[in-house]
């Protein structure tokens, strides 16, 4: 389930925006005595009970809420399917019935945390649900005594989270980062989500950082935000926030995010992200709920913020189109996605890829003609919201380009092909390029979904 072409993200803030300080991860204004009730426990499995190997601790993340504060339990035990029994500290090995207090913390809701390594956690299966005490001293002497009674809930773990800076893609004078949260277990279950999120401009993108704080999704420039979901189904895309999940082998579903939030706290160089996410499925229009996932750890953040440069004639060695099918409400009309690359840009380090969103006139194959950018979906066009280029260097995204004119040129002897690419940037820059050899279809399956460019998915019918 990887998305290998997603090369997906704010050092100095106005401080009176942040609602987290990431400067201010330390303890010293939480009060040396805390008795919690809190009201809502989720549990978070970093792999499924199929997955789980005999003899193995079972691993899983305890998130603990209140109104002002979050506690996380990074936590050991001998059965996925009762985890009663009295769970202490260990700090070197894990055992059943521990927490790893080097990655345990307590946070509180103005940003402060405080690490948890004393104490104990006991928990009791009370019917359907457990009821949980909560004793713990914290390095820095921060006393925490708690409790929780009730169902817990179950968010997927992220196993593989990154992000992308791109300036202020949606709204000017914003900083805009998109966090992508993926997960693959071996049963084939999964999920991966793409999350806009808004925040005040980064003052010095020497060190990028997402902040920490709470994100709504409402379609706002106001600091913490997050752009909510749609699907463009004349275009094949999906823009702003979105999710592919697996509950088998195959896709189940594919929402546009469009209700809910994202807590995002920090301490040192590690992130903790929980969401809270509902949708609409693309597909269906029917709505998909419970989509909470949960994250520990570094995040990656790429700056796809930096400054525009030409391509010009880019010898592409590597190129591959899929299927999409006849186009809805357009008879005789079939799209295609295409993909140019350049020899190293197929590792992301150096050189240029360009995404081609094809309408032809004919089911199995891109026909030979010249296609021209359009925003129409008559044969022989690109399609302008699809269509789009990467350019890497020293392993990083460089340049996103999208394009405002241009063509591309279909020839064919036998069985080897001549693409000619010839755009206009938006930012009116060359983007040229040349491409001989075979081209084969990759895929006919109609519900096949590509990424195309950031926040954007092209999709067919099926």
């Not at 345990?104 to 457990?130: H, Q, R, W």
């Not at 709470?214 to 979105?242: C, E, H, L, Q």
């Not at 989509?291 to 391509?311: E, H, L, M, N, R």
Request: glycine share 8%; aromatic share 12%.
């Amino acid at each position: 389930m990887k998305k290998k072409n997603l090369i997906y993200i704010l050092t100095t803030f106005v401080v009176a925006l942040c609602m987290f300080s990431c400067d201010n991860q330390d303890s010293e204004n939480l009060p040396t005595g805390l008795e919690v009730n809190f009201t809502q426990a989720s549990i978070a499995f970093y792999e499924p009970a199929e997955d789980a190997s005999a003899g193995t601790p079972v691993h899983f993340a305890l998130v603990f809420s209140s109104e002002s504060y979050t506690l996380i339990l990074n936590t050991y035990s001998s059965d996925i399917n009762d985890i009663s029994g009295t769970y202490k500290p260990a700090a070197t090995s894990v055992a059943p019935n521990t927490f790893d207090s080097r990655n345990s913390y307590l946070f509180t809701s103005a940003g402060e945390s405080s690490p948890i390594d004393k104490g104990d956690v006991s928990i009791e299966k009370n019917g359907n649900g457990y009821t949980i005490a909560l004793d713990f001293t914290g390095s820095d002497q921060i006393a925490v005594k708690g409790n929780f009674s009730g169902s817990l809930e179950t968010l997927y773990v992220s196993n593989d989270t990154y992000a992308e800076y791109a300036g202020d893609y949606y709204y000017p004078n914003t900083g805009n980062y998109g966090l992508n949260l993926e997960s693959d277990y071996a049963d084939g279950t999964g999920f991966y989500a793409f999350v806009e999120l808004i925040n005040v401009p980064a003052t010095d993108l020497s060190k990028l950082q997402i902040p920490a704080g709470n994100y709504t999704i409402r379609a706002s420039s106001d600091p913490f935000s997050i752009v909510p979901g749609k699907y463009d189904s004349d275009n094949w895309m999906f823009w702003g926030s979105y999710g592919f999940i697996y509950l088998t082998d195959d896709m189940n579903n594919t929402p546009c995010i469009t209700k809910g939030s994202v807590k995002i706290l920090q301490t040192g160089d590690t992130y903790v992200v929980i969401t809270d996410f509902s949708g609409t499925d693309a597909n269906s229009g029917s709505a998909v709920d419970g989509i909470k996932f949960f994250y520990q750890g570094t995040i990656d953040i790429t700056d796809k913020s930096k400054a525009p440069t030409a391509v010009t004639n880019a010898q592409f060695t590597f190129a591959q189109f899929e299927a999409i099918g006849e186009l809805t409400e357009h008879s005789g009309i079939y799209g295609f996605y295409a993909t140019l690359v350049e020899e190293d840009a197929l590792y992301e380090k150096n050189g240029a890829t360009v995404n081609l969103a094809m309408n032809s006139n004919t089911a199995d194959a891109i026909a030979p003609g010249t296609y021209t950018l359009s925003g129409t979906d008559a044969a022989f066009t690109l399609n302008a919201g699809a269509t789009d280029g990467y350019v890497f260097k020293n392993n990083v995204t460089a340049y996103h380009p999208t394009f405002k004119s241009g063509t591309v040129v279909v020839s064919k002897n036998g069985d080897i092909y001549t693409i000619k690419v010839d755009f206009v940037t938006k930012e009116d820059l060359e983007f040229s390029g040349t491409y001989i050899g075979e081209f084969k279809l990759v895929t006919s399956k109609v519900s096949a979904i590509v990424k195309s460019s950031k926040g954007k998915v092209q999709k067919g019918k099926g």
